[in-house]
C-alpha cells in the first residue's frame, strides 16, 4: 500500500533542530519560524507526543532560544549536520522507534536535509513542517524543500500538522489544539516556493 502521509499521534516524534541564539540574526524569518515551531512544541505537549531537541555546538551558537518554550527538554549537543547522533538514536529506541517524524528547525539545506536523509535511510516517515523551518537566505531554503521533496518527504504547513493530529473536532484536546489555531501561522516566505516546483 502506498504511503499516505496521514499523521496519528501515536508512533510520531517531533524532532525540534537547532533554533539557537547565534542563528537569531543570520536566519530568514527566524522570529515566526520559531513562534511556529513553539505552536507545534506546545501542541504535542498537549497531545503527548514525544519531542527532541538538538543544539549544535551549542557553546559558539549559544542556547536555544527562550520564545521556543523548550526550557522542559533537555537539549542534545551535536557537531554533526545530521540530528541522528548516537545519544538521539537512543532516545528514540527508549520511546519504541517512532515510524513518523515532524521536523522543523534550522537550517534547511544543512542539518535539515542531513536529518531528513538519515531518517528516510532508516525507513522513518518524515513530515517537514515547512513554515517552521529555514536557513540563511531564502534561496537555500526553498531549493532544500524541493529537493527534500524530491526524496520523499511530505512536506506540510504547522496548521496542517495541528488539525492532521487531531482529525475530529470531537478529539479530548480538539478545544486547546484550536486556541493555538487562533491566530493564522505568519507568513514566512513560502509562497515563492512554488515557483520552484
Known amino acids: ?9 501515536k508512533g510520531s516524534v517531533l524532532l525540534l533542530c537547532d533554533m539557537q541564539e547565534k542563528f537569531r540574526p543570520a536566519i530568514y524569518q ?14 504535542c505537549q498537549i497531545l503527548n507526543i514525544p519531542q527532541i531537541l538538538t543544539e549544535q555546538y551549542p557553546k559558539g551558537l549559544g542556547p536555544t532560544v527562550p520564545e521556543l518554550g523548550a526550557d522542559g527538554l533537555k537539549p542534545h549537543e551535536k557537531t554533526s549536520f545530521s540530528m541522528l547522533t548516537d545519544s538521539v538514536k537512543n532516545s528514540l529506541k527508549t520511546l519504541g522507534d ?4 515532524i ?6 539545506q544543512a542539518c535539515i536535509a542531513c536529518t531528513t536523509f538519515d531518517l528516510l535511510e532508516q525507513g522513518m516517515e518524515v513530515h517537514i513542517v515547512a513554515d517552521a523551518v529555514s536557513a540563511r537566505s531564502q534561496t537555500d531554503r526553498l531549493f532544500a524543500l524541493s529537493r ?3 526524496s520523499g518527504v511530505f512536506l506540510t504547513t504547522t496548521e496542517g500538522v495541528l488539525l492532521q493530529l487531531v482529525q475530529n473536532a470531537k478529539h479530548p484536546n480538539f478545544k486547546e489544539i484550536q486556541k493555538l489555531l487562533a491566530h493564522p501561522s505568519p507568513d514566512t516566505g513560502l509562497l515563492a516556493f512554488y515557483s520552484c516546483l
Open 30 to 43: 527566524f522570529t515566526n519560524i520559531v513562534s511556529n515551531a513553539a505552536r507545534l512544541l506546545q501542541a
Open 148 to 150: 527534500l521533496k524530491q
Open 103 to 108: 521536523l522543523c528547525g534550522i537550517e534547511a
Open 1 to 9: 500500500m502506498a504511503r499516505i502521509g496521514r499523521l496519528s499521534t
Open 98 to 101: 517512532p515510524q513518523q517524524v
